[in-house]
């Protein structure tokens, strides 16, 4: 959702496209990675032992003769990952210094008549739900290579694929706070101070953006689009044979 508002028309239809006619569930990327930090995160004596064990299991995964070549290179870019992860953990993302818990499953919520999924990474805040007087936000991070800022020949195109990774992030941020709402969690128990969108390969942390009100609009009148086409979306050729 995040990346089809922020996409241009070509973009939004390739991207409506493969989601109405995608042929099989592929595994995402970097869900081990994700898996290490995760657990790094909600554990408060931030074992980097057990940090460097994982990431050491990966590391011999990824030149295991027994795993396949596709499983060799998920577990090379998860190794990827957590290096990133580990240089910027510190200084930019603040985790020596935070309290964090893995999120539950949220139900889906219903934006102009399309039912919409929000995946936190974390929950900032010791315990979800908060202890009385306490208050929770939420940590997205965002690991892809796409779109890579580090294999650009100009700096303005650089800049322009940063900002595409950082806007992605404010997005996901607002649909953050949305789920919250639409799953009965007002402000007496979120704060949106407590937000947090962490580019893994930037090394950018991302806050709740000041233009909530005008994200909010723009992301109702993306579910209105989608609601409204996806019945018309035509299948490739490719997509019958």
Not at 139 to 150: A, C, E, G, I
């Amino acid at each position: 959702m995040a990346e089809f508002i922020i996409s241009t028309p070509d973009q939004q239809d390739r991207l409506l496209h493969d989601q109405r006619f995608s042929s099989a569930y592929v595994t995402p990327k970097h869900q081990q990675a994700l898996s290490v930090i995760r657990s790094f995160c909600g554990d408060m004596t931030r074992d980097w032992a057990k940090f460097e064990a994982a990431r050491t299991a990966l590391v011999e995964k990824s030149k295991g003769s027994s795993f396949t070549p596709s499983q060799r290179d998920e577990a090379a870019r998860c190794v990827e990952t957590l290096d990133l992860f580990r240089d910027h953990s510190g200084n930019t993302f603040g985790v020596a210094g935070g309290a964090f818990c893995e999120p539950p499953k949220f139900e889906l919520f219903n934006v102009n008549g399309l039912p919409v999924s929000v995946y936190p990474d974390l929950i900032a805040g010791s315990v979800f739900p908060p202890d009385d007087g306490h208050k929770m936000g939420l940590v997205f991070l965002r690991v892809q290579k796409r779109p890579d800022p580090s294999g650009c020949k100009t700096e303005t195109t650089r800049e322009t694929r940063c900002s595409y990774r950082r806007e992605v992030l404010s997005y996901m941020l607002v649909l953050g706070d949305m789920m919250l709402r639409a799953n009965g969690y007002d402000d007496s128990v979120v704060d949106r101070k407590k937000f947090r969108g962490w580019d893994v390969r930037l090394g950018e942390e991302v806050l709740f953006p000041s233009d909530r009100v005008s994200r909010e609009k723009r992301i109702e009148a993306a579910c209105g689009q989608i609601n409204r086409l996806w019945q018309t979306i035509d299948p490739k050729p490719s997509d019958l044979a």
